[in-house]
């Protein structure tokens, strides 16, 4: 099981956003943060819970391992602006968390 | 550049099976895994399944066993997801997603499921 928090996160443009994602118990560093806006595929981010995926800008970084990780925007540029959902494969059983929505203060 | 293109919103009864397609273009078929994940009206995403191809193999999540089959055609690059026994929770969209990185990181536009009476 994997929660994340807060459910909301309230910022303004060139704030940094701090996500966290637990997991019940430890799934290594199997850990990948998505990114999704409405009516859109999500986007992978993050993977092994610190490697930027293929074109993601450099103000995404994850950290973390075992049970407890974090997405980290360093500046909130207009289009960071969605849902970000964290998700594990740990066993092949993936499983996602239930999301965090990044909203414009 | 692989592209997963999947088929066409349905339209479908409580009991009845739906069948999804998703169309690989470009890289290699067999190479990664093809993942399936849904995502209800306004709610997160949920994991449904996965099909291996170079062993052909597919597994599900325990919620789908004995209604969910994932098949593909390599002849025709394509993987198809059927799922049977439809109740309105099965409503969804259905992503299929390819895994190169062992995580979905190439995803089909998703087709939108809905069922009801």
């Known amino acids: 099981l994997l929660t994340q928090s807060p459910a909301t996160l309230s910022l303004s443009p060139g704030d940094r956003a701090t996500l966290s994602c637990r997991a019940s118990?430890?799934?290594?560093?199997?850990l990948a943060w998505y990114q999704q806006k409405p009516g859109q595929a999500p986007r992978l981010l993050i993977y092994?819970?610190?490697s930027r995926a293929t074109g993601i800008p450099a103000r995404f970084s994850g950290s973390g391992s075992g049970t407890d990780f974090t997405l980290t925007i360093s500046t909130l540029e207009p289009e960071d602006f969605a849902v970000y959902y964290c998700?594990?494969?740990?066993?092949?059983?993936?499983?996602f968390g239930g999301g965090t929505k990044v909203e414009i203060k | 550049q692989v592209q997963l293109v999947q088929s066409g919103a349905e339209l479908k009864k409580p009991g009845s099976s739906v069948k999804v397609s998703c169309k690989a273009s470009?890289?290699?078929?067999?190479?990664?895994?093809i993942l399936w994940v849904r995502q209800a009206p306004g709610q997160g995403l949920e994991w449904v399944g996965r099909?291996?191809?170079?062993?052909?193999?597919?597994n599900y999540t325990q919620e789908f066993q004995g209604r969910l089959a994932i098949t593909a055609d390599k002849s025709t690059r394509t993987v198809y997801m059927e799922l049977g026994s439809l109740r309105s929770e099965d409503t969804a969209v259905y992503y299929c997603?390819?895994?190169?990185?062992?995580?979905?990181?190439?995803w089909g536009q998703g087709t939108l499921v809905i069922v009801s009476s």
């Open positions: 099909f291996i191809p170079f062993f052909g193999t597919a």
């Open positions: 470009g890289g290699s078929f067999s190479s990664y895994t």
């Open positions: 092994d819970a610190t």
């Open positions: 998700q594990q494969r740990s066993d092949w059983r993936l499983t």
């Open positions: 997603a390819r895994a190169t990185t062992g995580y979905p990181d190439q």
């Open positions: 118990q430890s799934v290594s560093s199997y």
